[in-house]
């Protein structure tokens, strides 16, 4: 078989990849990103809060070829989880879940998609290669990469949006030694919009493209395992787990598409969980109903903890 030119290679995963679900795909090289330095600078002010992690294998996230040495290429995807938001069921209180976690735990879904597709890579080219998936976890910056991959661009809340799907997907990637054709970054199109920062109520967003994760309501309810600092919770209003304020107000998603993918659709407990539900839950109850989700990232007495900040908030209000 004639060996493929990095062009055509790159045209048949992305074709691949589109058949297995990926609606954006977009291919960077391996490569030291292109705000690397601000990395430094943002963990060094203490934005990252107490996530310890996000300090340590700073290379690999500066540049994919210290995860997967002789690398040459990162093939991104982006996978759609917009659903538009059902009602609440009644009036009694209850607290609200970021949308990517209405369904199945992405990580599983989307991590096995990429094991297939690089299966299809080696059946199809002709030349040894290696490849390594990664699924939010990995030590990259994926909305670097997703950026250098012209997926979308960086918005001013710090997410990564498109024109056509907004912000609702989740990204994945594969790190390989093949040499592929790159894909041109994207223009900013935020303008002179600030509604995502004009509505973050925790201040989070301080400045255009700037996040202080240590105020965010996705870190406080997701990742602090320790109480929430006072001054903050009464800011949370009723979420108890993530935040979806800054793409809720943003105008890139006033018209994005909603997912076809089976394991992204509603499960249990819901967007609108009950506060009285989280607040009694015993390990057992936690283990049955969030089997498979990715709620599972906050442990039994986070979710207590946001479920009573929520009820307390919501009392406050008259609600």
């Not at 960086?154 to 990564?160: A, E, F, L, R």
Request: glycine share 8%; aromatic share 8%; charged share 25%.
């Amino acid at each position: 078989m004639r060996s493929m030119t990095p062009a055509q290679k790159s045209l048949r995963i992305q074709g691949i990849a589109r058949d297995l679900g990926f609606e954006g795909v977009g291919i960077a090289p391996a490569a030291p990103v292109r705000r690397a330095a601000y990395l430094g600078q943002w963990l060094a002010e203490g934005r990252a809060g107490r996530m310890d992690y996000l300090h340590r294998h700073s290379q690999a996230r500066e540049d994919s070829r210290g995860l997967l040495p002789g690398a040459k290429s990162v093939i991104v995807v982006a996978h759609n989880y917009y659903h538009p938001s059902p009602p609440r069921p009644d009036d009694r209180p209850r607290g609200r879940v970021a949308m990517y976690a209405w369904g199945r735990d992405y990580h599983r879904v989307i991590r096995k998609k990429l094991h297939t597709l690089i299966d299809r890579m080696r059946r199809i080219f002709d030349e040894p290669f290696d490849a390594r998936a990664c699924v939010d976890t990995a030590p990259l910056l994926e909305r670097e990469l997703a950026a250098a991959a012209g997926i979308g661009w960086i918005g001013k809340n710090t997410m990564v949006l498109n024109a056509e799907l907004g912000s609702y997907f989740f990204l994945g990637e594969i790190v390989t030694t093949l040499e592929l054709a790159f894909d041109e970054p994207v223009l900013d199109r935020c303008g002179r919009c600030t509604r995502c920062l004009d509505a973050c109520p925790t201040g989070a967003l301080d400045a255009p493209y700037r996040m202080d994760a240590s105020r965010c309501i996705a870190y406080l309810t997701i990742e602090l395992r320790d109480p929430v600092p006072e001054g903050l919770g009464s800011h949370m209003q009723d979420w108890v787990y993530g935040c979806d304020i800054c793409q809720e107000t943003c105008p890139h998603n006033r018209r994005a598409p909603e997912t076809s993918e089976p394991a992204y659709a509603i499960r249990d407990p819901g967007p609108h969980p009950l506060l009285a539900d989280l607040l009694a839950w015993t390990q057992e109850d936690y283990d049955r109903v969030l089997r498979g989700s990715a709620m599972k990232r906050a442990k039994p007495h986070m979710l207590a903890r946001n479920a009573a900040i929520a009820a307390a908030n919501l009392a406050r209000a008259g609600r």
